[in-house]
């Protein structure tokens, strides 16, 4: 069989794709301006975005989707109905819960380049790589 896209002799193409999860968690930031709201205990339906980026492999995939499943067996297990401030060692802004997941992944799936975390419906924060 053979993929319409997919030429074996074409190295410089480059595919991206992204799979989105979810975990609901509480946190608290510190070092804020007085009376800030989110000094106070509070918590958000986060979604995640892990972006990858390659060549196709000859299934003409990025990466395959179940290949992830540690991803989100981590998210479910260790982060899901957390409090953020125990299991991370930086302040649990959604700045530092991307840079935290990208740098745990980073080197289990060498395709990864972007994590996006939405803590509400109008705002995103990034980390990607250089």
Do not use: W
Not at 32 to 39: F, I, K, V, Y
Not at 51 to 78: M, W
Not at 119 to 129: D, F, L
């Amino acid at each position: 069989m053979f993929l319409l896209n997919y030429n074996p002799d074409l190295t410089e193409e480059m595919y991206s794709i992204y799979k989105e999860f979810n975990f609901s968690a509480s946190h608290t930031l510190n070092g804020l301006e007085e009376g800030h709201p989110c000094m106070r205990l509070h918590g958000h339906n986060y979604k995640v975005f892990f972006h990858f980026k390659g060549e196709l492999n000859a299934n003409g995939f990025i990466i395959d989707y179940r290949q992830l499943q540690p991803i989100k067996e981590y998210l479910d297990t260790v982060l899901d109905h957390s409090h953020l401030n125990d299991i991370l060692k930086i302040q649990p802004s959604a700045e530092n819960i991307a840079f935290f997941l990208y740098s745990k992944f980073k080197k289990q799936f060498e395709q990864l380049y972007r994590v996006d975390v939405k803590e509400t419906e109008k705002t995103m924060a990034s980390y990607v790589e250089d």
